[in-house]
């Protein structure tokens, strides 16, 4: 038995209230159920993003350079507490300052398995506020960037990043996004 068969998400109907629980592993697949999640960007005191990039076990995505982490609520947990549990599992990171920047986030994506990412996904800004010590399981690799290098990073080579990622650029003031886009994008 493996963490993803003990995690459980909330599952979503199409207007995102919750109709229900399943384990993790059985939400992720070619027709994934609608479900929320979290995308944290993680900034340190010199105002640099951490991004990452994925394991190569990863069931989706694996390889491709991404936000600082993602992750799912479990029922009845919040969305704050969630960040924290991940970004200390995932990056080793404590978090403060943490501050939702696109609450209504949501996204379908397929990876080149067939795999479907179906997800209300809010994102988070948050500042770490210890050293990073990656989970090899997570994350096999990692950079602090300025946000401005890594925005044209973003807009010429989207395949390299998670299409998450490339859809919150789209969007985040600090990526290059702007709020004519999200009216773009909600359409």
Request: hydrophobic share 45%; charged share 20%; aromatic share 8%.
């Amino acid at each position: 038995m493996t963490l993803s068969d003990i995690e459980e998400v909330v599952l979503l109907d199409a207007d995102d209230r919750p109709i229900g629980r399943a384990p993790k592993s059985s939400v992720h697949g070619a027709d994934t159920a609608r479900h929320l999640a979290f995308s944290c960007h993680v900034f340190n005191e010199r105002d640099e993003l951490l991004v990452t990039r994925r394991a190569l076990s990863k069931q989706t995505w694996p390889g491709v350079w991404t936000n600082s982490f993602c992750g799912h609520p479990a029922p009845a947990e919040t969305l704050v507490h969630a960040i924290r549990r991940r970004g200390e599992f995932e990056l080793g990171l404590s978090l403060d300052a943490i501050e939702p920047v696109l609450p209504f986030f949501h996204y379908r994506a397929t990876d080149a398995s067939g795999l479907v990412e179906n997800e209300l996904c809010p994102v988070y800004t948050a500042r770490a506020t210890s050293d990073l010590e990656p989970h090899p399981g997570e994350v096999m690799d990692f950079a602090w960037v300025h946000p401005d290098r890594l925005a044209p990073a973003i807009e010429h080579a989207p395949w390299v990043f998670s299409p998450w990622l490339v859809l919150q650029a789209q969007l985040l003031p600090f990526l290059g996004g702007s709020l004519d886009q999200r009216a773009a994008l909600a359409s």
